[in-house]
């Protein structure tokens, strides 16, 4: 019978923290992946839309256009959503931009200036 060692259930419990850190580490980049691929086809495809529709020979509206393009970012954007707290492009809070815009608020009430009267 073979007995564990205290250097090997070390050596396992390492090589488990590292799957666990290299799994995370590879569903963020690849739910990010997935989100800009998205957001570039919501971009992209109604201009390849419209150009396939001229060279079929076909009279496409610029209306048509407009509310495919707007639908279909739509329906990328919801299709897109399921991925955000995967992500790490989407967890963008702006938790240093209101405290830098809250300190600017303060500066700017601290300072009152009187305006200029003019008669």
């Known amino acids: ?8 259930i070390g050596i396992a419990v390492c ?4 799957s ?8 963020r980049m690849v739910a990010n992946l997935l989100i800009v691929v998205a957001f570039v086809a919501a971009m992209i495809a109604p201009i390849g839309w419209f150009m396939h ?3 079929s020979g076909n ?3 610029i209306e048509t256009l407009y509310l495919g393009a707007i639908l279909f970012a739509f329906v990328i954007t919801l ?4 991925l955000w707290p995967v992500s790490s492009i989407m967890q963008w809070t702006g938790k ?3 405290k830098r815009l809250s300190k600017s608020e303060d500066v700017s ?4 200036r009187k305006e200029p009267f003019i008669d």
Request: no cysteine.
């Open 1 to 8: 019978m073979t007995t564990i060692t205290l250097t090997e």
């Open 15 to 18: 090589i488990s923290v590292f």
């Open 20 to 27: 666990i850190i290299l799994s995370i580490f590879l569903i």
């Open 53 to 55: 529709e001229i060279k």
């Open 59 to 61: 009279q496409m509206p």
């Open 79 to 82: 299709l897109t959503v399921p």
């Open 96 to 98: 240093s931009e209101r």
């Open 109 to 112: 009430e601290g300072s009152k």
